[in-house]
């Protein structure tokens, strides 16, 4: 039993040991300066409450998901963090939009429609949009970075690492993720801070996927390397 509790011991430390590993990395990694922090599809339309994706967002608000994002918009907004948030729309008429897969005509028939200019594509509550944030917004595809401004802005602004949170789990946070990593930067996905369904999908495809190409987190971890405080004006 000695022997048992030792190596128990042993290798709690070592837990221990690769935790405060990851904290010194993402410390050392997520630099105000060299960091922009990416909100994907948080808008009404598709997490408020009257949005287009009911189960969608029921799973956005009760695994906390929107909470966290929300949380680590306004402690970048504090650090001094860049922050962009990328919007899906669609044109009242449909031109430019994809209809060559089963999710994108079976959007054009829901109830509520991303809309330009609509209230379906504001940043969703509890979010909050500070004057110098970026919002880019798309009006095909799949992906909030492939096709996009997203890239170009990166890079004029020095990005090196790009969190990515928000929803879906399902289909544009892997496409925010690969796309970044084959534009080559270094992706962290606070686990708790993105949202999809059914509520099973989620940590699987996290473990089973990103986990291979980006630094996988929480949002508590991400904003405990985020501590200056820098004031800043709310749009």
């Not at 962290?188 to 940590?203: E, K, Q, R, S």
Request: proline share 5%; charged share 25%; net charge negative.
């Amino acid at each position: 039993m000695t022997g048992d509790s030792e190596e128990d011991t042993v290798r709690q430390e070592d837990t221990v040991r690769q935790r405060e590993r990851l904290r010194e990395r993402l410390r050392e990694q997520l630099t105000p300066d060299e960091t922009v922090l990416l909100t994907v599809e948080c808008q009404e339309g598709v997490v408020g409450e009257d949005g287009a994706l009911p189960e969608l967002a029921a799973a956005a608000r009760s695994t906390g998901a929107l909470r966290n994002v929300a949380r680590l918009v306004a402690a970048a907004h504090e650090a001094g963090v860049q922050v962009l948030h990328a919007v899906a729309e669609r044109r009242p008429d449909g031109r430019g939009a994809n209809r060559n897969a089963r999710l994108f005509r079976a959007a054009a028939r829901l109830p509520v429609q991303q809309h330009s200019g609509s209230a379906a594509v504001r940043v969703a509550a509890p979010i909050e949009v500070a004057e110098q944030d970026l919002v880019v917004r798309r009006l095909h595809g799949l992906s909030p970075i492939a096709g996009t401004d997203v890239d170009a802005l990166l890079r004029n602004l020095g990005c090196l690492n790009l969190v990515v949170t928000g929803v879906s789990a399902n289909v544009a946070i892997p496409n925010a993720v690969f796309d970044a990593v084959n534009l080559g930067y270094t992706v962290v996905v606070p686990g708790d801070a993105i949202a999809g369904v059914p509520a099973d999908y989620p940590p699987a495809m996290i473990r089973h996927t990103l986990a291979l190409v980006a630094t996988v987190t929480t949002t508590d971890e991400v904003l405990g390397c985020w501590k200056t405080p820098r004031r800043v004006s709310r749009a």
